[in-house]
């Protein structure tokens, strides 16, 4: 893109698009707990996530923005048959499902000293993050 822009050489922006995915399983066996067959705990975690950002150098500073987009299915399922008391049993008992999905906004800036980097970024989303980190950058 810096070709596009008057004096493109000098330009220091920098934009970059990422992506990610995310797919977990888990089984656990639970037959210990109650007497009954097929007693399994289950879930499935499945997120995804993309981004745009844009960043500007001056000397030793780097700040960065960006806007994205993210989508998370849960699923818990407890597996089987459970029998509670004499002649009460349970059938799969629970199945809890859940999906969040929304926008994000990133704003953040770095110092990079020598080998040393001092970062801090915020950003807004349904759960509002604050981050702050330390680096050393071994070449």
């Known amino acids: 893109l810096n070709n596009y822009f008057p004096s493109g050489d000098e330009l220091l922006i920098d934009f970059s698009i990422f992506g990610g995915y995310t797919n977990v399983n888990t089984e656990i066996n639970i037959s210990d707990t ?19 950002l844009v960043s500007y150098d001056i000397s030793v500073l780097t700040f960065y923005g960006g806007l ?9 399922d407890v597996l089987g048959t459970y029998e509670i008391r004499p002649n009460q049993i349970l059938v799969d008992p629970i199945h809890a499902n859940n999906s969040y999905q929304n926008f994000k906004a990133t704003v953040g800036m770095r110092i990079k000293l020598a080998v040393f980097t001092l970062h801090g970024e915020y950003s807004f ?12 950058n071994v070449n």
């Open 125 to 136: 989303n349904q759960y509002n993050l604050l981050t702050a980190g330390f680096g050393i």
């Open 68 to 76: 994205g987009y993210n989508q998370i299915i849960s699923n818990l």
């Open 34 to 52: 109650f007497d009954g067959e097929g007693q399994i705990g289950a879930q499935n975690l499945k997120s995804w996530t993309l981004e745009g």
